[in-house]
Nanobody, 124 residues
Framework: QVQLVETGGGLVQAGDSLRLSCAASGRTFSTYAVGWFRQAPGKEREFVAAISWWGDTTNYADSVKGRFTISRDNAKNTVYLQMNSLKPEDTAVYSC?????????????????WGQGTQVTVSS
């Protein structure tokens, strides 16, 4: 009944920026954290960033700290991932996921609902 949809991916050059959106449609959880994960070909799924319902708690992977910023607009049921200074190693399918326990956890198995993913490709 609830669906998460990621948008904003694309092909960019190293050093460029992208802003991903994760929009929830339909009936949503009362309060939930949202995490971003990514998976590149031949690699395991990797935690990127997460944010609690009120935005007071955020977590970032070391590989993206200082470059990526997670935020949300609950009135629009949307979570954003601003990605600056992109590197070729950021190339992956980026997926968002919701955790109804509102933990902002980096552990993928603690999330309840996942989007379909959006492709980010960074050329060198």
């Amino acid at each position: 009944q609830v669906q998460l949809v990621e948008t904003g991916g694309g092909l960019v050059q190293a050093g460029d920026s992208l802003r991903l959106s994760c929009a929830a449609s339909g009936r949503t959880f009362s309060t939930y954290a949202v995490g971003w994960f990514r998976q590149a070909p031949g690699k395991e799924r990797e935690f990127v960033a997460a944010i609690s319902w009120w935005g007071d708690t955020t977590n970032y992977a070391d590989s993206v700290k200082g470059r990526f910023t997670i935020s949300r607009d609950n009135a629009k049921n949307t979570v954003y991932l601003q990605m600056n200074s992109l590197k070729p190693e950021d190339t992956a399918v980026y997926s968002c996921a919701a955790d109804r326990a509102n933990r902002a956890t980096p552990l993928h198995y603690q999330y309840n609902l996942w989007g379909q993913g959006t492709q980010v490709t960074v050329s060198s």
